[in-house]
């Protein structure tokens, strides 16, 4: 009986956080829930799981550390942060432009941002598919759902930022 291809828990490295606001903790957190509820995560060459993820930034990489459920390691993936640059400087700039309009916005107005700033998360979940093809194997929303966690860990970096 193979076991499921799937996150049980996620931890974001400390280090790499940087104190944010309440509406990205929020995210933050509903993200990391959403991703434990439902998500497929199958790591290249891999028999099975269930998996633990540490992400963490580490000279200048996205890092994703893998253990086991009993928490010994699996493998890691290194990844460039230079095709996520320009994404989540976007998406944090309209994220920004969002919580602004949600005070005193026309819903139009609300509407028309919050529609871009989908679209940005789309663009960076493809992205992280991409980037992630061949190294370890993920469905669109646990993409998506990564990428916020990605963007959470960005703050602290300022290879992003430039």
Same mark, same amino acid.
């Given at each position: 009986?193979?076991? =499921?291809?799937?996150? $049980?828990?996620?931890?974001?490295?400390?280090?790499? *956080?940087?104190?944010?606001?309440?509406?990205? %903790?929020?995210?933050?957190? $509903?993200?990391?829930?959403?991703? !434990?509820?439902?998500?497929?995560?199958? =790591?290249?060459?891999?028999?099975? +799981? =269930?998996?633990? #993820?540490? *992400?963490?930034? @580490?000279?200048?990489?996205? $890092?994703?550390?893998?253990?086991?459920?009993?928490?010994? =390691?699996?493998?890691?993936?290194? #990844?460039? #942060?230079?095709?996520?640059?320009?994404?989540?400087?976007?998406?944090?700039?309209?994220?920004?432009?969002?919580?602004?309009?949600?005070?005193?916005?026309?819903?139009? &107005?609300? @509407?028309?941002?919050?529609?871009?700033?989908? /679209? !940005?998360?789309? %663009? /960076?979940?493809?992205? !992280? &598919? @991409?980037?992630?093809? +061949?190294?370890? %194997? $993920?469905?669109?929303?646990?993409?998506?759902? *990564?990428?916020?966690?990605?963007?959470?860990?960005?703050?602290?970096?300022?290879?992003?930022?430039?």
């Amino acid at each position: 009986m193979s076991k =499921p291809f799937r996150l $049980v828990d996620i931890e974001l490295d400390a280090e790499s *956080l940087q104190a944010a606001s309440a509406d990205v %903790e929020q995210e933050r957190r $509903v993200a990391i829930f959403d991703l !434990l509820e439902a998500n497929s995560f199958r =790591p290249a060459g891999s028999h099975g +799981g =269930p998996y633990v #993820l540490r *992400l963490a930034l @580490e000279q200048g990489r996205l $890092v994703f550390d893998v253990q086991t459920e009993a928490r010994a =390691p699996h493998g890691r993936v290194m #990844l460039s #942060l230079t095709p996520f640059r320009k994404i989540v400087k976007d998406y944090f700039f309209i994220c920004d432009s969002y919580y602004k309009a949600i005070k005193t916005a026309a819903p139009s &107005q609300i @509407e028309a941002i919050d529609m871009g700033r989908r /679209g !940005l998360h789309n %663009e /960076g979940s493809q992205v !992280l &598919q @991409e980037r992630l093809a +061949g190294k370890i %194997e $993920v469905d669109h929303d646990t993409a998506r759902r *990564l990428f916020t966690l990605i963007c959470a860990l960005h703050a602290r970096d300022d290879t992003l930022s430039s």
